[in-house]
């Protein structure tokens, strides 16, 4: 059994954890409190008369709209903003939303966007109009842009970049003692470039 205490305009509440003028519901048991709809009938609720959240009998948690079944257990019709990172200063949070009119997810942070997943899959990373796959644009800068494949194991890198003309760098083993470039296709070795410039086609010695 669960004792409830209803507060309405109240100057304060019995267990000091209220404010003076609130309304609440509040569950004075030290160990359960529990709000149930015994009936098929959704959990709504609502501020300034219009509901804003529902919760239905499967589950399916809709915030400002109704849940449909089997589109997930939150649904929500809006952006979602993660906010409490570093420091509670902190204004400009994450933020992922879905672009009006299209099936656009899209992902924020210091109140730009970052990144996006348009309707055909397609991703773009700087580029909010991705034509291919997988595009990544430097908008920033007249460096063009870069993609870093690192590890863990040290701190060694390669980079694939293309500048503000148009051309394209491979840079191997960045940080390394005798880095190797190699090209396969299908799994076997068709060229390599030694770390001293000589190259090898077909395992042939540089």
Do not use: C, W
Not at 1 to 23: H, L, N
Not at 69 to 79: C, E, T, Y
Not at 90 to 97: G, K, V
Not at 162 to 190: C, D, R, W, Y
């Amino acid at each position: 059994v669960y004792k409830r205490q209803v507060f309405k305009t109240a100057t304060s509440d019995s267990a000091g954890t209220g404010s003076s003028g609130t309304e609440m519901i509040m569950f004075t048991s030290s160990t359960q409190g529990a709000i149930n709809v015994v009936s098929s009938d959704p959990l709504t609720f609502s501020t300034a008369i219009t509901e804003r959240m529902r919760i239905d009998s499967s589950g399916n948690v809709g915030i400002a709209l109704t849940p449909n079944s089997g589109q997930g257990i939150l649904q929500l019709n809006g952006g979602l903003r993660i906010a409490g990172s570093a420091s509670a200063s902190d204004t400009s949070a994450p933020y992922i939303f879905r672009t009006s009119g299209a099936d656009n997810m899209v992902f924020a942070t210091g109140s730009s966007e970052r990144m996006r997943i348009n309707s055909s899959g397609f991703v773009g990373i700087g580029e909010n109009n991705p034509a291919v796959r997988l595009v990544v644009k430097d908008g920033g800068n007249n460096l063009g842009t870069s993609i870093r494949l690192t590890q863990g194991y040290n701190s060694v890198y390669s980079d694939i970049a293309s500048n503000f003309g148009g051309s394209m760098t491979l840079n191997a083993g960045q940080g390394g003692g005798s880095p190797i470039m190699h090209f396969q296709v299908n799994g076997s070795e068709k060229v390599r470039i030694q770390a001293g410039g000589g190259i090898s086609f077909n395992g042939d010695t540089a």
